[in-house]
């Protein structure tokens, strides 16, 4: 049991946005400003998308945006494009620790 | 470029060890902490352990503590996971990781699969 809680699942249709929620608790999400989200292709490694709640890497596109309130973090993808169709994962720091979700898969209808 | 290489999966029994290990290139290895994450086939991710930049500080996960030893070899740029007495539940695709900012992983390395049979 994974100790953030996702949606297994979330999609849309292109140009669309979609919202990915991510769950913790007052030792994770609530305590720290150290929500990741990562996304994963098949057979690929996982790709920082957005880090410390709301920065994005060089090189991601602005498509995505990342917020906190409390306890719950989110991911939500704007222009939603075919290559957008992943696995997307959500973690937090937690005192030594990094926690995970479980995982939301986004569909691109 | 940045560069990470895992190595040493394969099939082990249950209750052998097994050396993992992650080849680092294009940085400056001593700048940077390191971690070791998992990800069981068909599953989600798992964070795994931690070491600092200096080598001075390592974290488990509660699943492995007691049981897996991450070290750094830094005049070597090679980061290890020493996994003893491990179980079917260890069974998973391990990955490598180099901090990018305090919690969250900007580089990944492609991964060694590991099976414990019975």
């Known amino acids: 049991q994974s100790a953030l809680t996702q949606p297994p699942s979330a999609s849309g249709s292109p140009g669309q946005s979609v919202a990915i929620s991510c769950t913790g608790t007052?030792?994770?999400?609530?305590?720290?400003?150290?929500v990741s989200w990562y996304q994963q292709h098949p057979g690929r490694a996982p790709k920082l998308m957005i880090y410390?709640?709301?920065k994005r890497p060089s090189g991601v596109p602005d498509r995505f945006s990342g917020s906190k309130s409390g306890n719950t973090a989110s991911l939500t993808v704007s222009g939603l494009q075919a290559e957008d169709e992943a696995d997307y994962y959500c973690?937090?720091?937690?005192?030594?620790?990094?926690?995970f979700g479980a995982g939301t898969k986004v569909t691109v209808l | 470029q940045v560069q990470l290489v895992e190595s040493g999966g394969g099939v082990v029994q249950s209750g052998r060890s097994l050396r993992l290990s992650c080849a680092a290139s294009?940085?400056?290895?001593?700048?940077?902490?390191f971690q070791w994450f998992r990800q069981p086939p068909g599953k989600g991710l798992e964070w795994v352990a931690v070491i600092w930049h200096d080598g001075s500080r390592q974290y488990y996960a509660d699943s492995v503590k007691g049981r897996f030893v991450i070290s750094r070899d830094n005049p070597r740029n090679t980061l290890h996971l020493q996994m003893n007495n491990v179980r079917a539940e260890d069974t998973a695709m391990y990955y490598c990781?180099?901090?990018?900012?305090?919690?969250?992983?900007?580089?990944w390395g492609q991964g060694t699969l590991v099976t414990v049979s019975s």
């Open positions: 410390e709640v709301s």
């Open positions: 973690s937090s720091y937690a005192g030594g620790k990094t926690v």
């Open positions: 007052s030792s994770d999400i609530g305590r720290y400003d150290y």
């Open positions: 990781a180099r901090d990018y900012s305090y919690g969250s992983f900007g580089d």
């Open positions: 294009g940085f400056t290895f001593t700048t940077f902490g």
